[in-house]
């Protein structure tokens, strides 16, 4: 077993409740861990035995790209893209806007989400 984790990867999108929000844009941030049920590239060091970071980060780029209203809807994409592609047997989706637009100053706001939230849904 093996996590890969892909942390604060940084986007431009167009994602918020205001539409201006959605016009202007704004910065996001996008943390993953992917846990897998093996690790056959611990022993083979072979490319195709592993999660590739770069098609990771092109699925979340992907995802950031359509608009949504929320986080929490944003990061549910990328969690069940991720899910779908790599069939996990843990995946944890971070999505924070940073300097959200809440009347006072504040860093980021961020949504959670892992795959115990599909079976939710």
Do not use: N, W
């Not at 990328?78 to 959200?100: F, H, N």
Request: glycine share 6%.
């Amino acid at each position: 077993m093996a996590t890969i984790h892909l942390q604060d990867l940084k986007f431009f999108a167009h994602h918020g409740c205001f539409d201006e929000e959605r016009l202007i844009g704004t910065h996001f941030r996008v943390d993953v861990e992917i846990e897998t049920a093996s690790c056959p590239a611990l022993y083979s060091d072979r490319l195709e035995d592993a999660i590739d970071y770069a098609e990771v980060y092109q699925r979340i780029a992907d995802e950031m790209e359509k608009p949504s209203r929320l986080l929490e809807h944003v990061a549910g994409r990328i969690l069940r893209c991720l899910v779908t592609a790599y069939e996990p047997v843990g995946c944890r989706v971070t999505v924070s806007k940073l300097s959200p637009a809440i009347g006072g100053e504040a860093g980021s706001a961020s949504v959670v989400l892992s795959e115990k939230d599909l079976q939710q849904g």
